[in-house]
């Protein structure tokens, strides 16, 4: 079975459409007596010494140039000291502190993920809704941003809870009423791959179509935007069974995804893995041969050749060209990826796998002499393989290597 490839939306940060222009803060008096200014303490307004007075702002936007400058330490750093500065501020000023959580509480989120803090992730989403909520309204843009980041955060950890299609409905519902297409489309397209895995196929290729055809308008048919939906659809598709229609759409994202962006980004190598496989799920091998070509030295080159993207599609390659008949070239790649994943995963399923496919395609290449060396390695890492990997996988290499026991018998 061709296990489809999925992607979440691209870098919010990146999305002006979906930050506040420059939300305004409560009226700080000024000049002569009665007059008033609007201040700010969004990400926008880190040029306004008005607004850099409020201490809580001025480390976020510290924070901010120090991200935009490489510094992610320093800047993490910032940020949290940002963070509490907001709410040791929040009794004094409720207004300005609120909103700066509003704004980084979400950086948070998505600092404590990439760290692998899951439950510091979801603190922090849930206190960003709730400072967005308590600052802007409840039918505010910031909170339609912020009920969307919960949930899509969620759904990136395999939560399919009522909860998060909740969240989704409520940044849907404002985006549609404030007009904000790009954050419509970006939340319909969370609620499809909800709905995919939650395993109501129908319902996520409708939202999806949705999804892509106001992206089309909102952010044109060359954006990572455009070709995440397009990647999406092609995973629904395989899920429902059709295999052919997911490569269209596939084939379709790589051409989004070469224009932005770029031919040796994450996304467009992923989704172009993705295709590969899927092409050797249908066994268009004619197809996938150069692909795969393709792939191993690009990954290679962008990733590096220990990166497992690369043993993976080595392995993958190997496996394209047994089917072909060429169990030489196959034992050379598969002892290729053996050979890194012996060294950067040397007691994983994984790695044993490897091992057991290189002896197959050294036992048709050039006889038990040749297999029985590789044979041996695979046991030796099934034998080290940690507890808690699946003991239907387990199982399932062990058979296979008592298969390979009776064709080549120790010596």
Same mark, same amino acid.
């Given at each position: 079975?061709?296990? *489809?490839?999925?992607?979440?939306?691209?870098?919010?940060?990146?999305?002006?459409?979906?930050?506040?222009?420059?939300?305004?803060? %409560?009226?700080?008096?000024?000049? %002569?007596?009665?007059?008033?200014?609007?201040?700010?303490?969004?990400?926008?307004?880190?040029?306004?010494?008005?607004?850099?007075?409020?201490?809580?702002?001025?480390?976020?936007?510290?924070?901010?140039?120090?991200? &935009?400058?490489?510094?992610?330490?320093?800047?993490?750093?910032?940020?949290?000291?940002?963070?509490?500065?907001?709410?040791?501020?929040?009794? &004094?000023?409720? $207004? *300005?502190?609120?909103?700066?959580?509003?704004?980084?509480?979400?950086?948070?989120?998505?600092?404590?993920?990439?760290?692998?803090?899951?439950?510091?992730?979801?603190?922090?989403?849930?206190?960003?809704?709730?400072?967005?909520?308590?600052?802007?309204?409840?039918?505010?843009?910031?909170?339609?941003?912020? &009920? =969307?980041?919960?949930?899509?955060?969620?759904?990136?950890?395999?939560?399919?809870?009522?909860?998060?299609?909740?969240?989704?409905?409520?940044?849907?519902?404002?985006? @549609?009423?404030?007009?904000?297409?790009?954050?419509?489309?970006?939340?319909?397209?969370?609620?499809?791959?909800?709905?995919?895995?939650?395993?109501?196929?129908?319902?996520?290729?409708?939202?999806?179509?949705?999804?892509?055809?106001?992206?089309?308008?909102?952010?044109?048919?060359?954006?990572? $935007?455009?070709?995440?939906?397009?990647?999406?659809?092609?995973?629904?598709?395989?899920?429902?069974?059709?295999?052919?229609?997911?490569?269209? /759409?596939?084939?379709?994202?790589?051409?989004?995804?070469?224009?932005?962006?770029?031919?040796?980004?994450?996304?467009?190598?992923?989704?172009?893995?993705?295709?590969?496989?899927?092409?050797?799920?249908?066994?268009?091998?004619?197809?996938?041969?150069?692909?795969?070509?393709?792939?191993?030295?690009?990954?290679?080159?962008?990733?590096?050749?220990?990166?497992?993207?690369?043993?993976?599609?080595?392995?993958?390659?190997?496996?394209?060209?047994?089917?072909?008949?060429?169990?030489?070239?196959? @034992?050379?790649?598969?002892?290729?990826?053996?050979?890194?994943?012996?060294?950067?995963?040397?007691?994983?399923?994984?790695?044993? /796998?490897?091992?057991?496919?290189?002896?197959?395609?050294?036992?048709?290449?050039?006889?038990?002499?040749?297999?029985? %060396? =590789?044979?041996?390695?695979?046991?030796?890492?099934?034998?080290?393989?940690?507890?808690?990997?699946?003991?239907?996988?387990?199982?399932?290499?062990?058979?296979?290597?008592?298969?390979?026991?009776?064709?080549?018998?120790?010596?």
């Amino acid at each position: 079975m061709c296990r *489809p490839f999925r992607f979440g939306p691209w870098l919010l940060s990146a999305l002006p459409l979906l930050l506040a222009a420059c939300a305004s803060g %409560p009226p700080v008096p000024t000049g %002569p007596a009665g007059s008033t200014v609007v201040v700010c303490h969004g990400p926008d307004c880190c040029r306004d010494p008005l607004s850099l007075a409020f201490e809580p702002h001025r480390l976020n936007c510290e924070s901010l140039a120090r991200r &935009a400058q490489g510094e992610h330490e320093q800047a993490w750093k910032l940020l949290n000291e940002a963070i509490a500065a907001a709410r040791a501020a929040e009794s &004094a000023n409720e $207004e *300005p502190a609120r909103e700066v959580l509003c704004y980084t509480l979400n950086d948070a989120g998505h600092g404590h993920g990439r760290r692998g803090d899951i439950d510091a992730a979801r603190a922090a989403f849930d206190g960003n809704l709730a400072a967005c909520r308590a600052r802007f309204g409840e039918a505010s843009k910031e909170t339609a941003q912020a &009920a =969307y980041s919960r949930a899509n955060f969620r759904l990136g950890t395999g939560d399919v809870s009522t909860g998060v299609a909740e969240d989704l409905d409520i940044a849907i519902h404002i985006a @549609q009423t404030l007009n904000l297409q790009g954050l419509r489309a970006i939340a319909l397209d969370a609620s499809g791959r909800l709905a995919d895995l939650q395993g109501r196929h129908a319902d996520g290729d409708r939202l999806l179509r949705e999804a892509l055809e106001i992206k089309r308008t909102a952010f044109g048919e060359q954006s990572v $935007e455009f070709g995440t939906t397009l990647t999406n659809l092609g995973a629904n598709a395989i899920d429902r069974g059709d295999m052919a229609q997911g490569a269209t /759409w596939y084939q379709a994202a790589m051409d989004a995804y070469r224009a932005d962006p770029g031919p040796d980004s994450d996304r467009y190598l992923g989704v172009a893995s993705g295709l590969a496989s899927t092409w050797l799920a249908m066994e268009e091998y004619e197809k996938a041969g150069p692909l795969y070509e393709e792939l191993v030295e690009a990954t290679g080159r962008v990733f590096g050749v220990d990166d497992e993207r690369h043993v993976t599609l080595l392995n993958d390659h190997a496996v394209l060209r047994f089917r072909q008949g060429d169990a030489a070239r196959a @034992q050379t790649l598969f002892a290729a990826a053996l050979e890194v994943r012996r060294r950067t995963r040397p007691d994983a399923i994984n790695t044993a /796998w490897t091992a057991f496919n290189t002896a197959q395609a050294s036992l048709t290449a050039g006889g038990c002499d040749a297999a029985l %060396p =590789y044979g041996r390695t695979a046991q030796e890492i099934l034998d080290r393989v940690a507890a808690d990997t699946a003991q239907a996988e387990r199982d399932e290499l062990t058979a296979s290597l008592g298969e390979f026991r009776k064709a080549c018998p120790s010596r």
